[in-house]
């Protein structure tokens, strides 16, 4: 069982920059791909990015491509989500996810859900 909780999100004018954290419990944090999601009002939940538990695996979303950073730490049991040049359409409740796939941007593969944290982008 892993338990995820993010933190980092606010609210920030367009162009600002955030820095989203997401804490993992358990002991096989390494092992496991971990994702950041993100969700609007009457939309389906969409991949932001993922980092795979293989080095030098990332995904990012056309959307975020340049703007957006994933990184994690496995010492640390955290994974981060750096955004920035951010856009009034980045507005959302951030996911971070956790599974065991080398990589995937389909929310089903992830087996372990925080409970998001909201961003907010003033224009």
């Known amino acids: 069982q892993v338990q995820l909780v993010e933190s980092g999100g606010g609210l920030v004018q367009a162009g600002g920059s955030l820095r989203l954290s997401c804490a993992a419990s358990g002991r096989t944090f390494s092992t496991y791909i971990m994702g950041w999601f993100r969700q609007t009002p009457g939309k389906e939940r969409e991949v932001v990015a993922a980092?795979?538990?293989?080095?030098?695996?990332?995904y990012y979303a056309d959307s975020v491509k340049g703007r957006f950073t994933i990184s994690r730490d496995n010492a640390r049991n955290t994974v981060y989500l750096q955004m920035n040049s951010l856009k009034p359409e980045d507005t959302a409740i951030y996911y971070c996810a956790a599974g065991s796939q080398m990589m995937s941007y389909t929310p089903s593969h992830y087996d372990y859900w925080g409970q998001g944290t909201q961003v907010t982008v003033s224009s």
């Open positions: 980092v795979s538990w293989r080095p030098g695996i990332t």
